[in-house]
């Protein structure tokens, strides 16, 4: 079993930097607009010949009601017939996507993501699913991950058992905070009776899965109100915990302009609840995965970290990076092959590319030999807090030493600091570095020097 991290308050000061969340590696930063709908064909096409399994992600951005600190890509709207056109259009999507590809090739993972999909009313969601299983091989026998992203404010009982019935296993769930100031401040009035009951609903209806979503260093948090937050959120006894770092970027998302700056906790008293957060957690079974990710023992992330085999796409951390993923809807980002692609993220041009038969593809990028090797150091640091150079050197055909000469005064800094070990064989992450395992990743970023930190959120 994989050591516990340890709070190490120096280290972190020391190495709390604002950095990509490498979802992906180059990150979507590097997206440019040379990308088009000819290279999302072609990489299909080579995917159908290697009859590679397939992971989707279907995009539906619509929301009743703002949240502030929101940094997604949405639409806020009360009218809910502005679904319909959305909808014509993703079908027409789906349609000539799966076309490229071959009927056998079998999709290991959904997930429904937004916005807030069960914005969507049971008719629609009945409708996109036969669409969806008609165009592509869904599994039948309940053994993919079946996933979607829950509102408990836009579900119910009679929502959790269509989505049951329509195949999906897992559940994640937006919670936040349940301060009522705090989700006043924010404008997320969502009650913890609410979100039991979606829970309850889940476990009687046999999904496989639960994860509740926390965000820290949202208007009117302490350290002391957050700690309640967990110790409720513990009791709900959630397979899987996802603890995000509030970035309070105004000039960026237009909805945190409505967040109250001075009511933000200090930088100290974030500290205080993320440490507070992981003594909580831990003393009550969880696993600290990665980056924001918490587990109980027996869950599937737990034990593939556990076996070297955790992986990381735009979805997070999963157990299906071995598939090729494909984004449908506006915004929505695939990673096959070699290729990232994203749509549109503007809704009108979306579904206009779409109403011309033409896929929306806007930007991406093709993975170069250097870039293919970084990720996959990235790929082990991030996931496995581990990296064998032997293994590198025998996948990549290179000297790892002497490809990454430049970087050795770096590596041997964050050493001494106690950041890592690091010898002519290995880097491991120290029980002390784990929490700061983005900026080990940072060093091998050929591409971090070019942009500006201010993009990216902070470590801790």
């Known amino acids: 079993m994989l050591d516990a991290i340890r709070w190490d308050t120096d280290l972190i000061r020391r190495y709390d930097m604002a950095g990509p969340r490498y979802t992906s590696y180059p990150t979507a930063v590097q997206f440019h607009s040379q990308i088009s709908p000819f290279d999302l064909l072609h990489a299909l096409r080579d995917s159908r010949k ?20 929101c940094a997604c890509n949405k639409v806020i709207t009360k009218d809910r017939g502005r679904a319909l056109p959305y909808l014509q259009r993703l079908e027409q999507e789906i349609q000539l996507i799966a076309c490229h590809l071959d009927p056998t090739q079998k999709v290991e993972q959904l997930h429904f993501g937004g916005g807030t999909p069960t914005f969507l009313s049971h008719d629609e969601l009945r409708q996109l699913m036969a669409h969806l299983r008609k165009h592509f091989n869904l599994l039948d026998d309940d053994s993919g991950d079946y996933g979607i992203e829950i509102d408990p404010r836009e579900a119910d009982w009679s929502t959790m058992g269509l989505l049951r019935e329509l195949g999906f296993n897992r559940v994640s769930i937006g919670l936040q905070d349940l301060d009522p ?68 970027l105004p000039e960026r998302f237009m909805p945190q302009r409505r967040i109250n700056s001075n009511e933000l906790p200090t930088p100290a008293q974030k500290l205080q609840m993320l440490q507070g957060t ?21 869950d599937e992330l737990a034990i593939a970290q556990e076996e070297g085999t955790l992986q990381r796409n735009f979805q997070g951390y999963t157990t299906h990076g071995h598939c090729d993923l494909i984004g449908l809807g506006v915004s929505a980002i695939s990673q096959i092959g070699d290729l990232y692609c994203q749509n549109s993220s503007d809704l009108n041009q979306y579904q206009n590319a779409l109403a011309s038969s033409q896929l929306a593809t806007s930007r991406g990028l093709l993975c170069n030999a250097d870039d293919r090797l970084r990720r996959a150091v990235i790929q082990q640091l991030i996931c496995n807090f581990s990296l064998e150079f032997a293994q590198i050197e025998q996948a990549f055909n290179i000297d790892f030493q002497g490809y990454f000469a430049e970087l050795w005064p770096q590596l041997q800094c964050m050493a001494k600091d106690g950041l890592i070990e690091f010898d002519s064989e290995r880097i491991t992450v120290l029980p002390a570095g784990r929490l700061m395992v983005r900026s080990v990743c940072m060093v091998f970023d050929a591409y971090l020097a070019q942009h500006s930190h201010q993009r990216f959120s902070r470590v801790i």
């Open 50 to 69: 290697a009859a590679r399994p397939l992971s989707l992600y279907v995009h539906v951005p619509f929301c009743a009601n703002i949240c502030y600190y």
């Open 181 to 248: 100031a705090v989700q006043r401040a924010v404008n997320r009035l969502q009650s913890l009776e609410e979100t039991r009951a979606v829970i309850d609903a889940a476990r009687t209806l046999q999904f496989r899965s639960i994860n509740i979503d926390l965000i820290y260093g949202l208007p009117k948090q302490t350290p002391e109100n957050f700690a309640r937050t967990v110790d409720e959120v513990i009791s709900l006894q959630p397979d899987r915990l996802s603890v995000f770092n509030y970035a309070h």
């Open 278 to 298: 992981i003594e909580q957690l831990t003393a009550a079974g969880y696993r600290y995965i990665g980056m924001d990710h918490f587990a109980l023992p027996d």
